[in-house]
């Protein structure tokens, strides 16, 4: 893997007398194009597709490249929408693609299996990414045991982690980090917080889980805040960034990759990243890939971050509105006051009929 670049490196001029806030923090850059951005295009990346954003990412020097559906393993299916590829389809393709880069998969349990995990293994993963609930760490233990026996290493994902304060949050990092995973993730899957709730749930988990257990963190772009949200998450001692390039994902997409470097880069971080190179990749080849399907900060996705409602419900939400003549902006609120998790997609539905006045099935 390529050494860290120091700030010096860059060739960002910054005003004389200005501090560096993150001089000294090495950070690595995790991308989530091919798979968190596969909800920007409804899973629909061909292989040959992901095999150019891989070997793009690969070369910009990014540390980690993670590749699957949108929902992870296994989630190619009539709830989630069906890919265009499989799951081994696309990680083949990535894997024969990167030489540097870790690659990555995500798994959801209850949607993808051990079974999916031991296929993607043999297919080239080298890290799993496993994600569950902000308050359900439990349910990842038996898939966090499968990878490390498999030789995997293995990231806790604890998602929709702006609905539990930090400390409880860092409880769940405890369990996730004692059942196995080599890093533990505070993930805005609503992208509903701001820098300052950020940085206390990364202090709290540092506090719990020491010095040497590395922090991740996934920001979503829903409030505007996905950058700044990563940044706040180094300076309070988290040590991996999630990204996407040109803000690809659920919602208002994420923290964009090629943003991210280049403000680390002005924070004076140190990274593996070349910045120009990230740039190229972004605007040459997913901006080609992806016309017209970039996300943007509308009135639904900022509404997700308002509400806190998991950033993949959006274009459910949409369907839901136009099938049955009621509004998307009411929708989502109402599924914020009910404070529905990912996994009730089927609450979109629900709420949908009680607003349009339509007697239930059921």
């Known amino acids: 893997m390529s050494e860290f670049k120091k700030p010096m490196d860059s060739p960002v001029i910054s005003p004389e007398g200005d501090v560096a806030p993150l001089a000294g923090k090495n950070v690595l850059v995790c991308d989530t194009t091919l798979r968190d951005g596969m909800h ?11 095999a150019e954003i891989a070997r793009g990412l690969d070369a910009s020097g990014v540390n980690v490249i993670e590749v699957t559906h949108g929902d992870g393993l296994g989630g190619s299916s009539f709830n989630y929408g069906f890919g265009a590829a499989t799951d081994l389809d696309w990680i083949r ?11 990555a998969a995500l798994l959801l349990p ?3 299996t051990i079974h999916d995990l031991q296929q993607a293994k043999d297919a080239g993963i080298d890290l ?6 902000c308050t359900e760490a439990d349910i990842s233990i038996e898939h966090l045991h499968a990878a490390k026996a498999l030789g995997l290493e293995t990231v806790g994902f604890l998602m929709m982690s702006h609905m539990v304060g930090p400390n409880r949050l860092a409880t769940e990092a405890e369990i996730m980090r004692d059942a196995g995973a080599d890093t533990v993730y505070v993930v805005d899957s609503a992208g509903a917080m701001l820098p300052h709730q950020v940085a206390q749930r990364v202090e709290a988990m540092r506090e719990r889980l020491g010095d040497d257990m590395p922090i991740g963190m996934h920001a979503h772009n829903n409030l505007g805040s996905g950058v700044p949200n990563a940044l706040a998450a180094v300076a309070a001692g988290a040590s991996i960034v999630d990204g996407s390039c040109h803000g690809l994902g659920a919602g208002a997409g994420n923290a964009a990759t090629e943003v991210l470097s280049a403000a680390l880069d002005r924070s004076g971080a140190s990274t593996t990243v070349h910045t120009l190179e990230l740039i190229d990749v972004a605007e040459d080849i ?3 890939i992806c016309a017209g399907k970039l996300p943007k900060i509308d009135r639904g996705s900022l509404l997700l971050g308002y509400a806190g409602i998991y950033s993949s419900f959006l274009l459910h939400t949409r369907r839901a509105a136009e099938r049955y003549g009621v509004s998307e902006a009411e929708i989502l609120l109402e599924l914020g006051r009910r404070r529905v998790v990912g996994g009730q997609e089927d609450m979109i539905i629900d709420v949908a009929i009680e607003m349009s006045g339509i007697d239930s099935p059921m």
């Open 40 to 50: 920007s295009v409804a899973h629909q990346f061909t292989t040959e597709n992901v």
């Open 93 to 103: 393709a990535a894997r024969a693609e990167i030489t540097t880069a870790k690659l």
């Open 110 to 112: 209850g949607i993808g």
């Open 128 to 133: 799993v990414r496993v994600a569950t609930h």
């Open 286 to 288: 997913v901006a080609r």
